[in-house]
DNA sequence: AATAGAAACAACCGCTGTTGT
DNA sequence: GACAACAGCGGTTGTTTCTAT
């Protein structure tokens, strides 16, 4: 690719530009492994790269981070970025910080191939556009919906699976039997707990701009925690099967 | 099946704020 | 306090991939 862009050459100061090589990501994560992020120039010196640190950083912070979650920004993180937008304006990187595992340079990115032409035109190319979009959605949202069925049966055979075996231990360890009441009827509002566990820490310690950010994050969280399970879970193994081609 | 246009994405550039000397 | 180096941010560009015609 980098020579059908004109890229990969090697810039004015003997830095190589354009598109990075699978070892030149092997070598710049094994070093931010071993070492740590900091000092750009001093990790582009020193991990072999013939790269600048600003374009190493960039590398790492958008691309290589292993806790990125990639993969298609999901209608809910859409609902976020579009109310963070309309709250911060083009304050990209303070919106990602409210989607964990979203770059900024990638809801920026989003956010121009989806929105920006849109708000300035109402043409038919943008209906399309939306229409388009919506079409995706429903998919997505679709493909959730399943995800969280599966996600759920999964459970009740899990829970039915341990129950047996419960069963067939049971004159061996008698004082199991609590086990299988959690296990079958888990303690009640565990999640209503953790709501209010986050509203009090957070009013006690935080400042008004710290709270609302605060806020956001763990209306995020709170959402993980009922919809997007096996959405992380699926980002997990992405991960897992990204990095091991690094590794 | 070919092609044009749109969408998606990675990466660069320039600017600004922060930190160290 | 002045300056240089660095880090981070937002804007922009170039290429590839997808989709509609």
Redesign the pocket.
Known sequence: ?SE????GAV?GEGW?????TAEEDRLLIEYVKLHGE?????VARLAGLKRN???C???W???LRPDLKRG?ITPHEERIILELHARWG?????IARSLPGRT???I???W???FK?TCKSNSD?SE??RA?LLR?QQFQLQQQQQQQRKYEQDQIEMKKIISSLLDENENEMPNFSHLRQEIVYPAASDEQGLLCSMINNHSTTTTASEEEETVWDDLWNLDDLHGNYIAGKANYHHHNLASSTFY
């Not at 059908?4 to 890229?7: A, D, I, R, V």
């Not at 083009?90 to 303070?94: A, E």
């Open positions: 690719m059908q862009m004109g890229w810039g190589r530009k354009g598109p990075w900091g000092r750009w120039n001093n640190g600003k374009s950083r960039l590398r912070v958008n691309y298609q083009n304050r990209w990187s303070t900024d340079n990638e920026k990115n989003y121009r191939t989806h032409k190319s399309k556009t388009r995706r």
